[in-house]
Every structure is written in structure tokens, then in C-alpha cells.
Nanobody, 123 residues
Framework: QVQLVEAGGGLVQAGGSLRRSCADA????????MAWFRQAPGKEREFVAA????????NYADSVKGRFTISRDNAKNTVNLQMNSLKPEDTAVYYC????????????????WGQGTQVTVSS
């Protein structure tokens, strides 16, 4: 059904940029809302950004608004997260997730998850 495979991430200095990508091998990608979450050591998983199935609507956590941009390409079954002006507090494992057709910022609403990839921002 849904198989989310993530790419990108890594190590970057504060103020730099990284791009995360997530590809879905399934057939239902274009009908699903997609999101990115992150989890820092010792903290709960938190919402980062979400995008509607068509890509028309998106929302962001206040902590990343203006710095991160979520986008999707339904022809390629991919969702991306462009992260600019990175800060050390952005360091976390980042996960992509797929839900039904509605946008949510709560992780319990997302049924499918990628494997997660570490993003480290050095000061």
C-alpha cells in the first residue's frame, strides 16, 4: 500500500540549508495528506509541516514558519521539505508520514511512517 522511503538530511552548520525527500512506492500518494515530524533526543515527536493531497494547502509549526517549505510532486510520488536558516534546535530525527485526505498536525492521525533520518545542525 504505502511505503515511505526517505532521503536527504545529514550535517550542516547553523544558517545553512538541507532538503529532505520522501518517496512513496504505493498507488495512493496523490489522495493522501503528507507531513513531516521530528523528534529530538529526550523530547516527544513534534509536528513540523503538512500538505494537502493536491498541494494547495499547507501548514507549519510556528517554530519553522518562514524557514521551512513543504512541497509535493504527485507525478513522482514525492514530498519534500526544504529547510533554510537552520538552527541547532532543529537537530532531530525527521520522519515523513502519510494520512488520509485531511490535513492534521497530530501524529496519531498519520497511519504510515518513513524510517526517519537524522538532521544535525552544528553551532
Amino acid at each position: 500500500q504505502v511505503q515511505l522511503v526517505e532521503a536527504g538530511g545529514g550535517l550542516v552548520q547553523a544558517g545553512g540549508s538541507l532538503r529532505r525527500s520522501c518517496a512513496d512506492a504505493g498507488r495512493t500518494f496523490s489522495s493522501r495528506a503528507m507531513a513531516w515530524f521530528r523528534q529530538a533526543p529526550g523530547k516527544e515527536r513534534e509536528f513540523v509541516a503538512a500538505i494537502s493531497p493536491s498541494g494547495v494547502r499547507s501548514n507549519y509549526a510556528d517554530s519553522v514558519k518562514g524557514r521551512f517549505t513543504i512541497s509535493r510532486d504527485n507525478a513522482k510520488n514525492t514530498v519534500n521539505l526544504q529547510m533554510n536558516s537552520l538552527k541547532p534546535e532543529d537537530t532531530a530525527v525527521y520522519y515523513c508520514a502519510a494520512a488520509g485526505c485531511l490535513l492534521y498536525s497530530t501524529d496519531s492521525k498519520y497511519d504510515y511512517w518513513g524510517q526517519g533520518t537524522q538532521v544535525t545542525v552544528s553551532s
